[in-house]
């Protein structure tokens, strides 16, 4: 990737692109930037809007099954070398396992510990379908979620 490929491509000339971005460096934390908002917050937001807690979990998944994942994986490997991108991808994570430990809590009364266990779980296993497999996300981590979905309720029964 070059500031002169990027340009051509987005037909514009390279003074805009150091007028608006500075440096590459800034080009690729504003795409990291944007990338937080439409597949963290933008997100977040949708699902938030549903009503009971079992349609805001379904979705989550609806949603998150269906996202952009070579930016996701293009995000998270310039993360490795990008200081600032990695505090992003940490920020966004943070906030996709905080958003899900309270959905969790909300739809089976976990208690925060183990939600927050279980939003890691899943989050975890989300990443892993995204590098598994990137076209059958949804197939991919169909068995696990059942499974997580079963030690739920499991959990929420042992606590009444």
């Not at 099954?65 to 992003?88: F, K, M, P, Q, T």
């Not at 510990?113 to 949804?138: E, F, K, T």
């Amino acid at each position: 990737m070059t500031v002169e490929g990027l340009c051509a491509a987005a037909k514009r000339t390279k003074g805009s692109f150091y007028h608006h971005f500075g440096t590459i460096d800034g080009f690729l934390l504003a795409l990291a930037d944007a990338w937080r908002k439409t597949q963290t917050d933008d997100i977040a937001a949708n699902v938030a809007a549903d009503t009971t807690p079992e349609a805001r979990l379904e979705t989550l998944v609806r949603l998150t099954n269906v996202i952009d994942y070579d930016l996701e994986a293009g995000v998270r490997a310039l993360a490795v070398s990008h200081a600032a991108i990695l505090a992003v991808v940490r920020g966004a994570d943070d906030r996709r396992e905080a958003f899900l430990a309270s959905l969790l809590d909300d739809a089976y009364d976990l208690g925060h510990d183990d939600a927050v266990s279980l939003a890691r779980l899943y989050h975890a296993l989300h990443v892993v379908a995204q590098a598994r497999a990137p076209n059958a996300i949804g197939d991919f981590s169909a068995g696990p979620t059942a499974l997580l979905r079963r030690l739920s309720a499991d959990l929420k029964a042992a606590g009444t």
